[in-house]
């Protein structure tokens, strides 16, 4: 059982940056596939970034803006997120995936899910 926590969530202008962290329990981190997905009202949950080893996927809205990393000592997944746009606005979820995952960007590939976190972004 893995638990995941997410924190750095809030209120930012247009053009500003957010750094999310997603601290996790369990002592095989790092055979985890780590990853971000975002739900925005009345709209479905979408891939945003995930990090399998040090091969990191990204969604093309998010390419060249938001960043990936992990830190397997302190068990920690981040999101830097920069040149934020409005349409970035959604509850981001950290997500855990074990075993070989072929397709990171698919929801069914988590099985273990955070409870969310806020972002809005202000025009």
């Known amino acids: 059982q893995v638990q995941l926590v997410e924190s750095g969530g809030g209120l930012v202008q247009a053009g500003g940056s957010l750094r999310l962290s997603c601290a996790a329990s369990g002592r095989t981190f790092k055979d985890y596939t780590m990853g971000w997905f975002r739900q925005a009202p009345g709209k479905v949950r979408d891939f945003v970034a995930a990090?399998?080893?040090?091969?990191?996927y990204y969604a093309d809205s998010v390419k060249g803006r938001f960043t990936i990393s992990r830190d397997n000592a302190k068990n920690t997944v981040y999101l830097q997120m920069d040149s934020l746009k409005p349409e970035d606005t959604a509850v981001y979820y950290c997500?855990?995936?074990?075993?070989?995952?072929?397709?990171?960007?698919?929801?069914?590939?988590?099985?273990?899910w955070g409870q969310g976190t806020q972002i809005t972004v202000s025009s």
């Open positions: 997500a855990a995936g074990a075993g070989v995952i072929t397709q990171p960007y698919l929801r069914y590939e988590y099985a273990y």
């Open positions: 990090i399998r080893w040090s091969d990191t």
